[in-house]
């Protein structure tokens, strides 16, 4: 019989979160789903399944995690996967966004994040066990105009994804940070992603405004299939050595190779005047006579 795992999944109404959840359950597996509102009608929505738990909160809320994640523990005993799947994207010019518009960003996409491993983590610590799946992007290989303020946060994930995996070894808890590239979900319809108040018209012949019309145009003609998504992460859950990274979609892979290329080109053309910043050695030398 297979060793159910209990996950606990944030963001689980739509998109990725929902397929995922429903995926998990598919394989035999509990999920803790998570939602801002209305967590009977995602009940509903996913067959009113026993091996369901349905939690309402907000990710920018400790609080409400911190609830949230106790009353996982008290529902399934346990913890095993968590996907930090949470999050919204924003259209705009770096310097169009406000000062709020960008601390919502980060709110959701970081702290949100953040908030939730805090909440789940001395549970993971005391099983010794646990594997922590953060969803970044394909923007979070490379900059994108228009889409750059929310890549970062998945730069920020990357990140943090890199040095949670290193830290979180000894306890026998994996981190993985998966970053799909375009799939058909409800990310770029208008409702799910947002742009800012202020408009400067000097970006509406660049990058940056071909990008805020033609978001909306892409919704429903991406190439990935969102189900398949789900598939690989139910897999990468069952890995015993899961990757720290994992692009998923030929469109992230290219993105991720393109942007190591481009890095590596950068770096050896200014090799010479970024490395001659050692002491001198003769100064070094007079130093310690």
């Given amino acids: 019989m297979k060793d159910q795992k209990v996950w606990f999944i944030t963001g689980a109404s739509k998109g990725f979160g929902f397929e995922i959840a429903k995926a998990a359950l ?9 939602v801002r509102k209305n967590p009977e009608h995602l009940v509903e929505t996913l067959n009113s399944s026993p091996r369901l738990f349905a939690v ?6 400790e609080d409400e995690v911190v609830t949230g994640v106790q009353q ?3 529902y399934f005993g346990r913890i095993d996967i968590v996907v930090n799947n949470a999050g919204f994207g924003m259209v705009d010019a770096i310097e169009e966004a406000s000062d709020a518009e960008t601390r919502r960003q980060y709110g959701t996409n970081v702290f949100g994040l953040l908030n939730v491993t805090r909440a789940v983590l001395p549970f993971l610590r005391r099983q010794k066990s646990g594997h922590i799946i953060n969803v970044s992007s394909l923007f979070g290989y490379g900059a994108i105009p228009g889409w750059s303020l929310y890549g970062s946060t998945k730069f920020a994930i990357e990140g943090l994804s890199a040095g949670l995996a290193l830290e979180l ?4 808890i994996h981190v993985t940070a998966i970053a799909p590239g375009l799939f058909s979900t409800d990310f770029l319809s208008p409702a799910s992603y947002t742009t800012s108040k202020h408009f400067i018209s000097d970006y509406e012949d ?7 019309k033609s978001a909306d145009q892409l919704h429903g003609k991406q190439p990935g299939d969102p189900k398949k998504l789900a598939e690989v992460v139910v897999k990468l859950a069952g890995l015993e050595k899961p990757p720290v990274h994992l692009p998923i979609g030929k469109d992230s892979v290219a993105m991720y190779r393109n ?5 590596t080109q950068e770096i050896d053309e200014w090799e010479e005047l970024s490395s001659g910043t050692d002491h001198d050695t003769s100064i070094n030398h007079i130093n310690h006579v």
């Fill in 56 to 61: 309402q909160l907000d990710v920018t809320n």
């Fill in 259 to 263: 942007s190591v290329a481009k890095t």
């Fill in 169 to 172: 070894a000894p306890f026998g």
């Fill in 26 to 34: 598919e394989s035999g597996d509990r999920v803790v789903a998570t």
């Fill in 206 to 212: 660049t990058m940056v405004g071909q990008m805020r």
């Fill in 72 to 74: 996982a523990i008290d």
